[in-house]
């Protein structure tokens, strides 16, 4: 699972796929222009012995079917042109009738033409085609295994068109198909693999450094945070070993002295308020205390912590629920992930939402820490959150989403215009 | 000398004889030979046999003496197959020529002619396969 996100094993992946791909298609254009050359070989083959061997040989007579001309010319070319692959040469004339083969019971049968021969005798130029070794042409090249025909025009001394026809081997056209296709696998497989074998390494140093930047961000986050944390941290004990004692004390002094039976009932009367009011204060001083840094944030704590962030919702019109179920066992950095979504979450819901109720759930699901935040206030739609952020659920959420995904979990806000806001969070435990 | 000169007619005399007696002779191996005697003292043979799907042809003269050219040609069906000219070597003082023909369907009439032309003697002879 890890290679799979991993940008080189991604690359290397879509690379081999690529790569299958492009061989495939490589080596079947490699396979048909291997068989074109086999062929056109033949051809060449073909027009350079009917060109050079045979119809300088041709006596006059052997249209006619001459048997001394037929002799003469058998002896001057038979050896010549039953070379190197030529399994039989047939020579016809435009009536179908065969004048000469190596074959010699063909002399003098007659044997219906094809289309393409006959388009070749009137226009010249060659052809080639698989042999039909049913047709009676053909009876001697049973158990031959296939042949190509090769065919192209000549003339006689009389200047009658004449149709020259060779026939290959179909196996030699396939071993020669085979040499020309294996000259071309190297180059077609060779310079796909050097260019994955350049680029990877190439890639590899791109994917390092982009995994260095990202290491190096995640921990200026993490720096930025536990900055945060400690500099919260400062200010809640210093407010708490300072302002709070000194508003403790002072508002046990004035309950003391109002108590006191030797204060003046008037004045005892006026100090009530000014006692209430420092109660308050006091009260939305510490619920400031652990909005800024929660005392005994750690599975334990974290149900009170979550009571004391939303404690405020109450002055606010909001009435809050927490529900904290199945979390034992949850590291304390997955808690403090759940305690700053959370903080936030709450933090836009009392600011933004006009909600009338608002829940925060911890539970499970499966190996993953579970956070719920919903409200039902007024929402927003997906992309344009009240408070003008992006969508994401505000700055602050969209900030701890790295943080979030650099631990393996992830973070989603769900809104619609009336009908609240839903923010999850799911974090490994 | 003179004993030679016996010796030799008695072959000649026997050679007609053979020739006369036996004008087809049949060779070994489906050959078809063919011997016979020119206008003098000549004698000629053809024998024709398949060999690889054609005919193989040999002419041959027999003069008895060396230094004699002799034109020659082959005809198959008809038709002139080949021809050239040869001198008469060697201690019997004869020539042979030898050409495939290609084996034609049916029957194949093949006829070797041989001209001296400084004497005028002439040979030929036919053969049926």
Partial sequence: MRYAKNPVAQFLAAGLVVLVVVVIGTLELSRRAAADEAI????????????????????????????????????????????????????????????????????????????????????????ADISDLRRPENRFEQGSGGLLEVYTRIESPEGQPLLFEVYFSASDIAQRRQEVYDAFQPIALGGLLVLVAVTTPLLWALTRRLERTSRDRTRLLEVAADASENERRRIARDLHDGVVQDLAGTSFALSATMRDPGTDAALAQRLEPMAASLRSSLRSLRSLLVEIYPPDLDVEGLNAALNDLVAPAAGSGVEPVVEVYDVEGASDDSIRLVWRVAQEAVRNTLRHSRAQHLTVQVGRNGDRLTLDVTDDGQGFVDGHSANGSDGSGGLGLRSLRDLIAEAGGRLDVRSTPGEGTTVHMEVAR | MAHTTRAALALAAVTTLVIAGAPAAQAKDGDVERRGNCARTTDWKVKVGPEDGRLEVEGEVDSNRRGQTWRWSLWHNGSKSASGTRITRGPSGSFEVRRLMVNRRGTDTITFRARNPRSGETCRGTVRF
């Fill in chain 1, 40 to 127: 056109n070989d033949a051809r060449s083959i073909t027009e350079l012995l009917a060109r050079s061997v045979a119809e300088p040989e041709i006596p006059r007579g052997l249209v006619n079917g001459d048997p001394g001309a037929v002799d003469r010319f058998d002896r001057a070319v038979l050896r010549r042109v039953l070379v190197g692959d030529v399994q039989r040469i047939k020579i016809w004339r435009a009536d179908g009738r065969i004048v000469y083969s190596d074959q010699t019971e063909l002399i003098g049968d007659t044997f219906p033409l094809g289309e393409d021969q006959r388009e070749v005798l009137q226009r010249g130029a060659s052809d």
